[in-house]
Protein backbone atom coordinates (compact mmCIF):
# COMPACT_ATOMS: atom_id res chain seq x y z
CA UNK A 1 0.00 0.00 0.00
CA UNK A 2 1.87 3.26 -1.34
CA UNK A 3 1.38 6.45 0.99
CA UNK A 4 -0.76 9.93 0.69
CA UNK A 5 1.61 12.31 -1.62
CA UNK A 6 1.71 15.39 0.85
CA UNK A 7 2.67 18.94 -0.47
CA UNK A 8 6.05 21.30 1.05
CA UNK A 9 5.20 24.57 1.58
CA UNK A 10 6.82 25.78 -1.96
CA UNK A 11 4.67 22.90 -3.56
CA UNK A 12 1.64 23.62 -2.12
CA UNK A 13 2.71 27.68 -3.18
CA UNK A 14 3.68 26.29 -6.49
CA UNK A 15 0.13 24.38 -6.93
CA UNK A 16 -1.08 28.08 -5.38
CA UNK A 17 0.17 29.85 -8.25
CA UNK A 18 -0.92 27.22 -10.92
CA UNK A 19 -4.59 27.26 -9.63
CA UNK A 20 -4.79 30.91 -9.71
CA UNK A 21 -2.96 31.71 -13.02
CA UNK A 22 -5.67 29.01 -13.97
CA UNK A 23 -8.75 30.60 -12.58
CA UNK A 24 -7.75 34.41 -11.92
CA UNK A 25 -10.01 34.03 -9.01
CA UNK A 26 -9.16 35.43 -5.74
CA UNK A 27 -10.47 31.84 -3.95
CA UNK A 28 -8.05 29.78 -5.44
CA UNK A 29 -6.79 29.00 -2.21
CA UNK A 30 -9.86 28.13 -0.61
CA UNK A 31 -10.58 25.77 -3.89
CA UNK A 32 -7.30 24.34 -3.94
CA UNK A 33 -7.94 23.14 -0.30
CA UNK A 34 -11.19 21.87 -1.16
CA UNK A 35 -9.52 19.71 -3.86
CA UNK A 36 -6.07 18.41 -1.68
CA UNK A 37 -8.76 17.31 0.98
CA UNK A 38 -11.06 15.33 -1.54
CA UNK A 39 -7.67 14.18 -2.66
CA UNK A 40 -6.92 12.54 1.18
CA UNK A 41 -10.68 10.93 1.13
CA UNK A 42 -9.65 8.74 -2.07
CA UNK A 43 -8.02 5.13 -1.18
CA UNK A 44 -3.50 5.05 -1.28
CA UNK A 45 -2.67 4.56 -4.66
CA UNK A 46 -6.13 5.42 -6.59
CA UNK A 47 -4.12 8.51 -7.96
CA UNK A 48 -1.39 8.39 -10.27
CA UNK A 49 -0.29 11.86 -10.46
CA UNK A 50 -1.39 13.79 -7.35
CA UNK A 51 -0.41 17.36 -8.34
CA UNK A 52 -2.20 16.99 -11.46
CA UNK A 53 -5.37 15.34 -9.29
CA UNK A 54 -5.08 18.35 -7.11
CA UNK A 55 -4.74 20.94 -9.64
CA UNK A 56 -7.49 19.95 -11.59
CA UNK A 57 -9.99 19.51 -8.81
CA UNK A 58 -9.12 22.65 -7.99
CA UNK A 59 -9.83 24.34 -11.59
CA UNK A 60 -13.07 22.51 -11.48
CA UNK A 61 -13.83 23.44 -8.30
CA UNK A 62 -13.56 27.20 -9.38
CA UNK A 63 -15.06 26.70 -12.53
CA UNK A 64 -18.62 25.91 -10.72
CA UNK A 65 -18.22 28.56 -8.10
CA UNK A 66 -18.26 30.94 -10.79
CA UNK A 67 -21.39 29.50 -12.87
CA UNK A 68 -22.93 29.57 -9.86
CA UNK A 69 -22.15 33.40 -9.11
CA UNK A 70 -23.52 33.80 -12.56
CA UNK A 71 -26.38 31.45 -12.87
CA UNK A 72 -27.47 32.09 -9.53
CA UNK A 73 -29.17 29.83 -7.83
CA UNK A 74 -32.93 28.83 -8.59
CA UNK A 75 -35.31 26.81 -5.46
CA UNK A 76 -36.99 24.12 -5.95
CA UNK A 77 -41.00 25.18 -6.93
CA UNK A 78 -42.89 26.43 -9.11
CA UNK A 79 -43.33 29.57 -10.81
CA UNK A 80 -45.94 30.93 -7.76
CA UNK A 81 -42.85 30.17 -5.46
CA UNK A 82 -40.40 32.20 -7.57
CA UNK A 83 -42.74 35.13 -8.27
CA UNK A 84 -44.20 35.42 -4.73
CA UNK A 85 -40.12 35.81 -2.85
CA UNK A 86 -39.13 38.35 -5.66
CA UNK A 87 -40.36 41.82 -3.99
CA UNK A 88 -40.58 45.30 -5.39
CA UNK A 89 -37.80 47.65 -4.30
CA UNK A 90 -39.09 50.61 -5.14
CA UNK A 91 -39.85 52.92 -2.08
CA UNK A 92 -43.82 53.01 -1.10
CA UNK A 93 -45.76 56.27 -0.91
CA UNK A 94 -45.72 56.47 2.54
CA UNK A 95 -41.67 56.41 3.04
CA UNK A 96 -42.00 58.90 -0.35
CA UNK A 97 -43.48 60.84 1.89
CA UNK A 98 -41.78 60.77 4.73
CA UNK A 99 -38.46 61.02 2.82
CA UNK A 100 -40.07 64.70 1.96
CA UNK A 101 -41.10 65.51 4.85
CA UNK A 102 -37.59 64.70 6.05
CA UNK A 103 -36.22 66.84 3.36
CA UNK A 104 -38.38 69.81 4.10
CA UNK A 105 -37.52 69.90 7.46
CA UNK A 106 -33.68 69.86 6.81
CA UNK A 107 -33.93 72.55 3.92
CA UNK A 108 -35.66 75.02 6.77
CA UNK A 109 -33.16 73.75 9.22
CA UNK A 110 -30.41 74.82 6.90
CA UNK A 111 -31.85 78.00 6.37
CA UNK A 112 -31.57 78.55 10.50
CA UNK A 113 -27.73 78.09 9.93
CA UNK A 114 -25.80 81.96 9.89
CA UNK A 115 -24.70 82.98 6.38
CA UNK A 116 -21.14 82.28 6.23
CA UNK A 117 -22.23 78.57 8.29
CA UNK A 118 -24.70 77.85 5.86
CA UNK A 119 -22.01 78.69 2.83
CA UNK A 120 -19.50 76.68 3.94
CA UNK A 121 -21.78 73.69 5.01
CA UNK A 122 -23.41 74.06 1.19
CA UNK A 123 -19.61 74.27 -0.59
CA UNK A 124 -18.34 71.41 1.60
CA UNK A 125 -20.95 68.97 1.86
CA UNK A 126 -23.15 69.89 -1.94
CA UNK A 127 -20.40 70.81 -4.00
CA UNK A 128 -18.01 68.75 -2.51
CA UNK A 129 -15.36 71.61 -2.33
CA UNK A 130 -12.27 70.60 -0.05
CA UNK A 131 -11.66 72.62 3.39
CA UNK A 132 -8.90 73.99 1.54
CA UNK A 133 -10.71 75.80 -1.27
CA UNK A 134 -13.34 76.70 0.86
CA UNK A 135 -11.39 78.25 2.96
CA UNK A 136 -9.48 80.30 0.11
CA UNK A 137 -13.08 81.31 -1.69
CA UNK A 138 -14.47 82.55 1.81
CA UNK A 139 -10.98 84.10 2.51
CA UNK A 140 -11.23 82.21 6.06
CA UNK A 141 -8.69 79.79 7.78
CA UNK A 142 -9.21 76.54 7.11
CA UNK A 143 -9.73 75.59 11.34
CA UNK A 144 -12.45 78.23 10.61
CA UNK A 145 -14.36 76.32 7.74
CA UNK A 146 -13.86 73.04 10.14
CA UNK A 147 -15.68 75.21 13.06
CA UNK A 148 -18.08 76.01 10.32
CA UNK A 149 -19.44 72.96 9.15
CA UNK A 150 -18.99 71.39 13.00
CA UNK A 151 -21.16 73.92 14.20
CA UNK A 152 -23.45 73.28 10.88
CA UNK A 153 -23.67 69.56 11.84
CA UNK A 154 -24.25 70.19 15.31
CA UNK A 155 -27.07 72.45 14.99
CA UNK A 156 -28.37 70.05 11.91
CA UNK A 157 -28.69 66.93 13.80
CA UNK A 158 -30.35 68.68 16.93
CA UNK A 159 -32.94 69.77 14.67
CA UNK A 160 -33.72 67.32 12.98
CA UNK A 161 -34.47 64.93 16.00
CA UNK A 162 -36.80 67.31 17.14
Not at 8 to 35: F, G, I, P
Not at 40 to 55: K, N, V
Not at 141 to 161: D, Q, T
Request: one cysteine or more; glycine letters at 4%.
Amino acid sequence: MSEKWLPCRQEWLRLYRRVRSLTRRYDAEDHLQSAFVKYLERPDGSIGHPEAYITRSAVNLSHNARRREQVGCIAPGGWDDTLGDARDTAPTQEEVYHARERMIRFHAGCQRLPRRTRQAFVLHRVEKMTYRDIARLMDISESSVEKHIARALVFLSAWMAQ
